[in-house]
């Protein structure tokens, strides 16, 4: 990537992680070795509280997250609920009875990754999203983190146990929706036909690069693999077609030996 920016390329890194802020992002990329500045950041949290903002949102919000969520939100002074444990004292008839309660105050429902992701929380998202006037935003969907021996629930799972029992459907920043590089292709910052998006989850990365109209490039060091773009070649199903990337690499530096 480094190498990428000596030959004068602008470089964007873009991610659906919510639980950082953009100027945590930057510290972690330098930390990495990534000679970039915090505009060549573009993550969800930044990107939902940009989105709230513009809307000239003046009430408060119900945040499912963390922390990397709130700071952004404070950095564009919008109130927000606090984030962390929210347990369930007893059983559900004692919850309701005795520890239930709404804020008036509440326009938005937001929903990142929450590692606390608990039931009294579904039921006041839920709740609040009663109210069709109540925004309901998520940062991304990303269905899970595969690791050895284990699967890790994502964001996406949160949000689909919303959906479900709000019976609404969520406003997604993240990728694979065009809304959070928008802005720097209306202004010009970025030209889609000389755009290369590069990333290991199909449905995420490649699915950007065609929705914004990049050239889009797999690598193999991460969720997805060449034999599931096989598999999805070999389909009928137009929607998996558009996970197909335009190039494969097993890893990225073996463009290395040709810059």
């Known amino acids: 990537m480094n190498r990428f920016k000596e030959m004068g390329k602008k470089i964007f890194f873009c991610t659906n992680n919510s639980t950082k802020t953009r100027k945590e992002l930057l510290v972690k990329s ?32 119900f945040v499912i997250g963390s922390e990397g969520i709130t700071k952004e939100l404070d950095a564009v002074g919008i109130d927000h609920t606090k984030v962390g444990p929210e347990h369930m004292p007893g059983s559900l008839q004692q919850y309701l009875s005795n520890h239930f309660k709404l ?49 890790v629930p994502g964001t996406g799972s949160f949000v689909r146990a919303i959906e479900t029992c709000a ?33 290991d989850r199909c449905n995420t990365d490649i699915l950007l690069g065609y929705n914004c109209g990049f050239q889009t490039m797999l690598v193999g060091t991460g969720i997805h693999q060449l034999n599931d773009v096989d598999s999805w070649k070999a389909s009928d199903d137009p929607e998996l077609h558009k996970l197909l990337p335009d190039v494969y690499l097993p890893k990225l530096g073996d463009l290395l030996p040709y810059m």
């Open 30 to 61: 330098h930390n990495m070795g990534f000679n970039i500045t915090e505009e060549e950041v573009i993550s969800t949290a930044h990107s939902l509280a940009a989105y709230l903002k513009n809307r000239n949102f003046n009430k408060k919000v």
């Open 103 to 151: 804020d008036d105050n509440i326009g938005a429902v937001v929903v990142g990754f929450d590692e606390y992701f608990s039931f009294p929380k579904m039921t006041k998202a839920a709740s609040y999203l009663n109210n069709p006037e109540c925004l309901f935003i998520a940062t991304n969907t990303d269905e899970r983190f595969p690791m050895p021996n284990m699967v």
């Open 167 to 199: 019976e609404r459907k969520a406003t997604v920043i993240g990728k694979p929706n065009v809304a959070i590089c928008e802005h720097l292709i209306k202004d010009g910052t970025i030209v889609p036909e000389r755009t290369l998006m590069i990333g």
